[in-house]
């Protein structure tokens, strides 16, 4: 065979591999890989002709038009596999993102209020209505906050009785230690100052907030909610407190719940009482919730210590004051007839679910 023969062979072969290739592609990347192959500078064609130039002079054109018709036909099955493979892929895109404008949409899940946390607004909320302004203090105390300006002296069986948790390695300006605080009541402390710093009495005030006690069991959690409730002004009276409780504990319990004053004790408060509700389940007649008292106890109460009031600096001839302290967790459970506080820490969504959360 002559050597123009067995080129145009050669050339002939090429294109139909070539062709084949081509159409065989599956995507852009691997028909990019084939051009290089059969087209590219070191490809199969450059391979090729590189025969040419061993022919004599006379020969080459013959096998130019040869070459020139091969390279075309490559072109152009490149440029239609490469159109299909494109149009291919843009379906696929297409496909993959389609949306289904029929779908229902996806209902996303809501969010919503602790019950505690809700109570604690519903509290408050009432007692802003009342005129009382609402303050806040902090929750690591020092003992002068939490225990001595409050008629609590060092050896006051009362500050053992807390369950106070210390902070270890640390301690106020005084060098005294701190803690956290065992009830909203250092707030009357704090906020009494404050009021002589800017003048004097009348000074009502809502304070909620966490305090913390070492303890644990079915109504007793380390971290738990109160509100604390006081005012100071002239004249004030155990009739004027008993009128406040009577109607925060009815709008908050939406009935006209009977409540009680029971003398109790308390350092920072002198008369001193618990505070009893007709009990919410059995309306006062028997039940075993209310031990079958038909009352229950919801808050402790009294007319502020004078104690209290001159280790502030209030000048106790001129005025007096009532405070109480409420536990959040236990109001919000005789409200919605919850049996044990641990479900308000645990989380679990069936409950906070069935608390309208
Ligand atoms: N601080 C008291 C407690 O936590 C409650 C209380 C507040 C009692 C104010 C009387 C007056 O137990």
Redesign the pocket.
């Given at each position: 065979m002559s050597d123009i023969e067995a080129l145009k062979q050669q050339l002939g072969g090429l294109q139909g591999e070539a062709l084949a290739a081509f159409a065989a592609a599956a995507d852009l990347d691997e028909l990019g890989e084939l051009r290089v192959r059969y087209l590219g500078k070191k490809g199969r064609l450059t391979e090729v002709l590189k025969g040419v130039g061993k022919l004599p002079p006379e020969e080459r054109p013959a096998i130019g038009q040869s070459v020139n018709a091969v390279k075309q036909a490559l072109a152009g099955a490149l440029q239609e596999a490469e159109g299909k493979l494109a149009a291919e892929a843009a379906r696929l895109r297409i496909e993959a993102e389609r949306v289904d404008v029929t779908l229902p949409g996806r209902r996303r899940p809501r969010g919503a209020m602790h019950p505690v946390h809700k109570g604690l607004q519903e509290m408050t909320a009432i007692f802003s209505q009342m005129g009382f302004a609402i303050a806040e203090g902090p929750e690591i105390e020092d003992e002068f906050h939490n225990f001595d300006a409050?008629n609590i002296p060092p050896e006051h069986p009362a500050r053992a009785m807390?369950d106070t948790f210390f902070i270890r390695d640390m301690s106020n300006a005084e060098g005294e230690p701190m803690l956290l605080r065992?009830?909203?009541?250092p707030v009357?402390i704090r906020a009494m100052r404050r009021c002589l710093e800017e003048g004097e009495p009348p000074l009502a005030i809502v304070a909620p907030g966490r305090?913390y006690r070492c303890d644990y069991d079915v109504t007793h959690s380390p971290m738990f909610h109160?509100v604390?409730?006081?005012k100071v002004d002239r004249d004030m009276s155990l009739a004027e407190l008993k009128g406040v409780l009577q109607h925060f504990l009815s709008t908050y319990f939406e009935k006209d719940v009977p409540i009680r004053l029971r003398p109790?004790y308390?350092p920072?408060?002198e008369p001193?009482?618990e505070v009893d509700i007709g009990c919410v389940f059995c309306s006062g007649s028997g039940c075993r919730i209310c031990k079958h008292s038909g009352w229950l106890e919801v808050?402790?109460?009294?007319m502020?210590h004078p104690n209290v009031l001159a280790a502030v600096g209030i000048d106790t001839d001129a005025y007096s004051g009532?405070?109480?302290?409420?536990?959040v967790e236990r109001l919000v459970m005789l409200k919605h007839g919850i049996p044990d506080l641990r479900l308000f820490f645990e989380n679990d969504v069936r409950f906070l679910r069935r608390m309208g959360a």
């Open positions: 409050l807390h065992t009830h909203t009541s009357q305090v109160q604390e409730v006081f109790h308390f920072f408060t001193s009482a808050l402790g109460s009294g502020i009532f405070a109480f302290g409420l536990g």
